[in-house]
């Protein structure tokens, strides 16, 4: 009875427990089910995402490569170097992050042709924030556009800089002939790429007057100008508000019309393959321009012929631009007008706009960055006098050995940009070696100012003309002969530096800091020839004649200093070193030196 009494509570217990056991274990699975779910459901958001970005953008792996600052031949040979590197890499996509106000014409075509010939077709520019002018062409270069807030894009007409950075003018030919490679190269960007080659014209030239219109059928939108308006609606063009009138240059409207692609009369060996004849939207450009952009198009156009039979067909949508302005957009406008397909704000943005597992950056490096730095003429100029100042200040006074190094390293960093890209210009470092040899010549072996260091001079000045300029300076070129003239005024200012400071540093010989240890001081009451003096009329007149007898007072190696007569001068031992405490004998005078040999009688006293 007991033991029934007992075991009746102890089932019922153990059936609890089970319940208990068997609820959590239910509560776990419903558990463990949500979190597969909630998986499964994660991974389908994440494949959906992947299947929202197009195809032809899709990319694991996107490099990323940098464009600061001014485009110059550093910057083309950088980012080619780069894009070369993100090909090696496998990337799938490469974006060019652009911040640059533009630059050189030939660097900013290299650019563009790198882009085209690319092994990687999904490339993208970035414009974060700013892609003037040469940044405008390397965009339309790209299969697409992204933009960062606040991002411009524009203004890419060829105008002249001379070597102090200030803005001057092109004569009519000179421009047209500039204007020719880049008109081909955007409006090629353009029938590759898709963009309206009458809308990128207006970056580069003004008097592009373009009315928007629509095709009421497929929707597709199309900037046409006057004659195709007139074409097209049988009327006069409005010419109200504009849309867009922003830019850095003002012109007045074009003093003639535009020409029309099947008006240009072509000779046999002109004639543009079919459907490659450049379409001009401004009457500024010429009929010789336009046939050398015919002639250097590869893209067939992709852009609607307009004539009558298509009147009825388009409606307008508004008056774009007066031409009287180089085309500037900012960020709504060129996602407004089809340049830009998005916002992009940040490297993680980025990446999900291509749906990326790896995002790289690749920079300059440090030797492309001081390349740059160093080819700088304002830079170049700076090396130049601070090498003829202390060449000249080491032939005045040898021995001292600074001077002559500090010449060393400005001549190595002066050929360092040439030498790193491959480029040096011989020649010129050819020149500066004879006119430093003969110069040597004329104070070491035949005294006196005559032919050899006249030779000399010239040969070091044409030298160092001719590093300014670098190897591949074309004279023909407005801009270049500036450039030629202004390198040769730096050198000119580079000789007269030179001197000023040698006469400087002979009449504080004993006092500049880094020197004055390095020279014997004056006792009070003695007499010292400096540099300079032991060169000039003092020493003809009688301060050191040849046959005087002094003592050295420091060791000769072969220079270094000697007195004569509580007068102490720089000399130059003829023969091997020369102990301090020797008694020496002059043995020539000249405008440069003075030259002792020991004397025979041997040693001497020091004062």
């Known amino acids: 009875m007991v033991s029934q009494l007992c075991r009746l509570p102890a089932n019922r217990s153990v059936r609890l427990a089970a319940r208990i056991v068997m609820v959590a274990a239910l509560t776990l699975l419903a558990i463990s089910d949500g979190l597969v779910g909630a998986a499964e459901q994660t991974a389908d958001i994440r494949e959906s995402a992947a299947l929202a970005v197009p195809a032809g953008r899709q990319a694991d792996r996107v490099a990323i490569i940098t464009m600061e600052g001014p485009i110059t031949e550093w910057t083309t040979k950088s980012f080619i170097r780069r894009l070369e590197s993100a090909e090696r890499g496998g990337a799938d996509a490469v974006v060019i992050d652009m911040n640059t106000p533009g630059g050189e014409v030939y660097a900013i075509l290299g650019i563009t042709s790198a882009i085209k010939g690319s092994s990687i077709p999904n490339i993208v520019s970035w414009v974060n924030r700013q892609a003037i002018s040469g940044g405008a062409i390397t965009s339309v270069a790209c299969r ?41 190269d955007v409006v090629n960007s353009a029938r590759l790429r898709g963009w309206d080659e009458k809308l990128v014209q207006a970056f580069l030239t003004l008097g592009v007057e373009l009315w928007l219109v629509e095709n009421r059928e497929t929707g597709r939108r199309l900037f046409i100008d006057e004659n195709e308006y007139r074409l097209l609606f049988d009327s006069e063009p409005p010419r109200g508000a504009v849309r867009v009138a922003s830019g850095s240059f003002d012109g007045s409207a074009p003093d003639k019309r535009v020409l029309r692609a099947d008006e240009i009369e072509y000779s046999a060996r002109e004639a543009p393959r079919e459907g490659h004849a450049f379409q001009p939207a401004s009457g500024r450009i010429t009929e010789e321009t336009i046939k050398a952009v015919t002639q250097n ?43 830009a397909t998005e916002t992009i704000r940040s490297d993680d943005e980025l990446k999900d706009y291509f749906g990326a597992s790896e995002l790289i950056r690749l920079d300059m490096n440090w030797s492309e960055k001081l390349a740059r730095f160093l080819d700088k003429l304002s830079v170049r100029a700076l090396l130049v006098i ?17 001077p002559g190094l500090v010449a060393t390293v400005a001549l190595l960093l002066l050929l360092a940009p040439a030498f790193l890209g491959g480029a040096a210009s011989w020649w010129g470092l050819g020149a500066i070696g004879a006119g430093i040899l003969l110069v040597l010549l004329e104070i070491l072996v035949i005294p006196g100012f005559g032919l050899p260091a006249v030779g000399g001079v010239l040969l ?51 006092s500049i800091p880094l020197v004055k240890n390095l020279v014997l001081t004056n006792e009070p009451g003695e007499e010292r020839i400096g540099v300079l003096e032991a060169m000039g009329p003092k020493a003809m007149e009688g301060a050191v004649n040849v046959g005087d007898v002094g003592v050295a007072i420091s060791t000769l190696r072969p220079s270094g200093s000697a007195e004569f007569d509580d007068r102490i001068v720089d000399v130059v031992s003829e023969v091997g070193f020369v102990e301090r405490g020797e008694r020496v004998r002059v043995v020539e005078v000249s405008a440069f030196r003075v030259v002792v040999e020991p004397d025979a009688r041997g040693g001497g006293e020091l004062a």
């Open 144 to 184: 697409e556009i992204v933009v960062a807030p606040g991002a411009r894009m524009g203004d890419a007409a060829p105008i002249a800089i001379d070597p102090l950075g200030q803005l001057g003018g092109l004569a009519d030919t000179e421009r047209q002939k500039i204007l020719s490679p880049l008109l081909a």
């Open 297 to 339: 198009l590869d893209a067939p156009t992709m852009r609607p012929t307009i004539s009558g039979s298509d009147r009825g067909k388009y409606r307008y949508i508004e008056y774009f631009t007066d031409g009287k302005a180089l085309l500037v957009l900012e960020e709504g406008d060129l996602k407004k007008y089809g340049f």
């Open 386 to 402: 601070v090498f003829l100042l202390g060449l000249f200040i080491e032939m005045a006074a040898p021995g001292i050995g600074i």
């Open 460 to 510: 070091l000045f044409v030298g160092l003309v001719g590093l300014l300029i670098g190897p591949d300076n074309e004279f023909s070129a407005p801009q270049s002969q500036g450039e030629l003239l202004f390198s040769v005024a730096v050198v000119l200012m580079g000789f007269f530096t030179a001197g000023v400071g040698v006469y400087f540093v002979s009449r504080h010989y004993g």
